[in-house]
C-alpha cells in the first residue's frame, strides 16, 4: 500500500510539471543529461528530472569441490528518480534522489517507524562565499571514493567487498566544503562533515554521539574532465595524465553499530524488544580510516583504495561483563582495479579486494576476490551493457564463483 501511494504521489507530480507550462519553460535535454527540465519564468529556479534502472542477472556456484550447486537470480538492482537544480538564486542548489526498487528500500525497522526507506538523497548545497559551500541534508558522507561514486557510473557492475565491509555510505547531517590552488595546476579540496551517526532515514533515537569526517584530495595535475575522479572507467580519454589522492578520517562517537553508522545494532542483556530504550545498547567509538588514489591517462584507468576500522571496545558485553556475540567489524581491506579501453565504446576491467577482519574479534576469515569485467559502453554511463566474473576466496570455507550480467540506463 505505501509503495502504490508513493507511485501515486510521483505520478501527480510528473504530470502537474508537465502541464503547468505557463508557469516555465520546459527543456528536453540530449539522452543521458535528464528527462526533462524545467526552468520559472523569472529564472529563479530551475529543476531537472532524471530516471534510471539497472536490471541484473547473476549465477552463483559453490567452488570448493568443483562447479556445483548453482543458483540464480534476476532482478531490479536499483530503479532511482532524480530531481535537482537550484532555488531563488544559482548559488543556493538542491538535489533530491528517491529510491523504487525494493533494494532500495530494504531496511525498515522500528527506527524508520517501520518505513521503506525512500529516500536516498535530500540535500541542499549553499555557495556563501568564494570557494565555501555549505550541505545540508541527508547524501553519502565523504569516506571512501567508490561509495562515492555513482552506481551508475560504476566500472563494473557493482561495487567490491571493501566497499560493502567498511563504507560509511549516507546520513543526515551538514558538510563543509572547500577548495583551492597551491599552483596553476596543483588542485586541493577539503571536506569536514558531522552527521547523526545512525545511517539514512533514522526517525527515531539518536543512539550515542555524533559522527565527525574530514577528507582532504590532492590533484597535482589538476582536475579531471567532467568529473571524472568520480566515475569507472576514463570515457573522456584524458589527454593529459590525471591523478588524484584522498585520504578521510570518521569518528563515530559511541557508536552502537557493528560497521560504524551500518550494520546492526549491538544489544546487551537480551533487550532487543526494548530498541528505543537507550540503556539497552553496546557503544564504544569507532574510527575509519580511508586511503585512496585514482589515476586516469588516454583510456586506462586506476583505482585502488585501503580502508581500516577500529574500535576503542569492540567486543559487546551484557551488565555482568559476559558478551553478547554482537561485536564491531574491525579489521581493514585493499582494493585495486583497472580498466582500459580496446575502443571509444568498449572497456575490459580487472579487480583484486582483499577483506582480513580481526579473527579474534570476529571469527570472520580472510576474503580474496578476483573480478575480471567487460563493458560495452552504448552512450558511456547512460546506457551501457556491463559482465563480469568474480571468484571469492574465503580461507577454509566455501569459495564461490559468481557471474553477473547488466544492462544500465541512464536518462
Keep these: ?239 593529459q595524465p590525471k591523478l588524484s589522492l584522498g585520504i578521510a578520517y570518521d569518528f563515530n562517537n559511541n557508536a552502537s553499530k557493528t560497521r560504524s553508522n551500518q550494520g546492526s545494532y549491538m544489544f546487551i542483556d537480551n533487550t532487543k524488544d526494548k530498541i528505543l530504550n537507550d540503556r539497552v545498547y553496546h557503544r564504544t567509538n569507532i574510527s575509519t580510516l580511508f586511503i585512496d588514489a585514482m589515476y586516469k591517462h588516454k583510456g586506462f584507468s586506476l583505482m585502488a583504495e585501503y580502508a581500516n576500522r577500529d574500535a576503542k571496545d569492540p567486543l559487546a558485553k551484557n551488565s555482568d561483563g559476559s558478551l553478547t556475540g554482537d561485536e564491531v567489524q574491525v579489521g581493514h581491506g585493499l582494493n585495486i582495479q583497472t580498466g582500459y579501453l580496446v575502443s571509444k565504446t568498449v572497456e575490459v576491467s580487472a579487480r583484486y579486494t582483499n577483506i582480513s577482519l580481526d579473527k579474534i574479534i570476529t571469527g570472520k576469515d580472510s576474503e580474496n576476490q578476483y573480478t575480471l569485467g567487460l563493458s560495452k559502453y552504448v552512450a558511456g554511463h547512460s546506457l551501457k551493457v556491463q559482465t563480469d566474473l568474480s571468484y571469492t576466496d574465503i580461507g577454509f570455507k566455501t569459495n564461490q564463483l559468481l557471474y553477473r550480467l547488466q544492462v544500465d540506463i541512464h536518462f
Excluded at 41 to 47: F, V
Design 1 to 239: 500500500m505505501k509503495v502504490s501511494i508513493l507511485h501515486k504521489v510521483v505520478l501527480i507530480f510528473c504530470t502537474c510539471m508537465f502541464l503547468n507550462t505557463e508557469a516555465q519553460k520546459t527543456i528536453a535535454p540530449e539522452f543521458g543529461k535528464g528527462l526533462f527540465k524545467l526552468v520559472g519564468k523569472d529564472n529563479s529556479w530551475s529543476m531537472k528530472v532524471g530516471l534510471r534502472f539497472q536490471s541484473l542477472a547473476t549465477t552463483n556456484w559453490n567452488a570448493s569441490n568443483g562447479i556445483s550447486n548453482p543458483s540464480s537470480s534476476m532482478l531490479i538492482r536499483r530503479s532511482r528518480l532524480k530531481f535537482d537544480g537550484f532555488a531563488y538564486s544559482p548559488k543556493l542548489k538542491y538535489k533530491v534522489e528517491l529510491g523504487l526498487s525494493n533494494r532500495d528500500q530494504s531496511g525498515a525497522s522500528a527506527y524508520t517507524s517501520n518505513a521503506p526507506r525512500y529516500i536516498l538523497d535530500a540535500l541542499l548545497k549553499w555557495n556563501f562565499s568564494g570557494n565555501f559551500v555549505l550541505w545540508f541534508g541527508q547524501t553519502k558522507l565523504p569516506g571512501n571514493r567508490e561509495r562515492v561514486i555513482s552506481s551508475a557510473n560504476l566500472q563494473q557492475v557493482d561495487r567490491s567487498l571493501l566497499n560493502s565491509r567498511f563504507t560509511i555510505d549516507r546520513d543526515m547531517g551538514f558538510q563543509l566544503r572547500h577548495h583551492f590552488k597551491l599552483t596553476d595546476t596543483f588542485l586541493v579540496k577539503e571536506i569536514f562533515s558531522m552527521a547523526q551517526g545512525e545511517g539514512r532515514n533514522i526517525t527515531t533515537g539518536n543512539i550515542g554521539g555524533h559522527q565527525y569526517t574530514t577528507r582532504i584530495e590532492l590533484f597535482p595535475f589538476g582536475d579531471f574532465t567532467s568529473k571524472g575522479d568520480y566515475k569507472g572507467s576514463d570515457l573522456a580519454f584524458e589527454e
